[in-house]
């Protein structure tokens, strides 16, 4: 059984004086879209590591494989952002919830990718994440606005971007209509309600 998402709750009350957190900067109706080198339409961005959520994402829920039709954009990922620049962060393989890290152990051998271990869920592992990906020489971080963030929640994937200071990409309809619940709803009619009122997410940090 998966366990509670805490951060996620805790984090969520950021929207409340800041609503912009939870907005991409880009947006693709399935991850078959997303563009492979990542560039974002009128930004510079110097892409050299991608975040890359699971469930809903790339694979159905809870499956350790990548769903097939998107199995050729998924090589073309890995072939673009090689080694240590793509990583797997989920908030089922890889947390607590993976007992003894074996589902994550699983995932990145079946995948041939890195599957970070995390304590806290997304979007609360920012600190986690970066500190992964700092201490791998080759994906050569300099600034969290070398960072790509993909996934299908606002208030997990993206709003993490957004706090990390990275690229958030929303993919709003995932892998499949049949998952859609109603915070996936909910999600979608706030995005559109900020973006008619004007709402942009921040711009990435420049910095680290």
């Not at 563009?35 to 809903?56: C, E, H, M, Y």
């Not at 890889?94 to 990718?113: F, P, R």
């Not at 806290?120 to 986690?128: I, W």
Request: proline share 7%; net charge neutral; aromatic share 8%.
């Amino acid at each position: 059984m998966i366990g509670g998402n805490l951060s996620a709750t805790f984090n969520a009350l950021r929207v409340l004086y800041d609503p912009s957190l939870c907005l991409p900067h880009m947006i693709i109706p399935t991850f078959a879209q997303l563009p492979v080198p990542l560039r974002f339409p009128g930004q510079k961005s110097d892409i050299r590591a991608v975040i890359l959520d699971k469930d809903n994402c790339i694979s159905e829920n809870y499956a350790l494989e990548v769903y097939g039709p998107y199995k050729d954009k998924f090589e073309a990922l890995k072939a673009a952002y090689p080694g240590n620049r793509l990583l797997i962060v989920s908030n089922s393989s890889g947390t607590q919830d993976d007992k003894d890290g074996k589902e994550a152990a699983l995932l990145s051998q079946t995948l041939s990718i890195p599957v970070l271990r995390h304590n806290v869920k997304k979007p609360g592992c920012l600190d986690e994440i970066l500190a992964h990906l700092r201490a791998c020489p080759d994906v050569q971080l300099e600034s969290p606005s070398q960072i790509a963030v993909v996934g299908d929640r606002l208030f997990t994937d993206v709003m993490m971007a957004n706090m990390m200071g990275a690229w958030g990409v929303w993919v709003r309809d995932g892998v499949d209509v049949k998952y859609s619940s109603a915070f996936s709803g909910f999600e979608k009619g706030l995005h559109d309600f900020l973006v008619k009122r004007g709402y942009q997410p921040p711009s990435p940090q420049s910095k680290a």
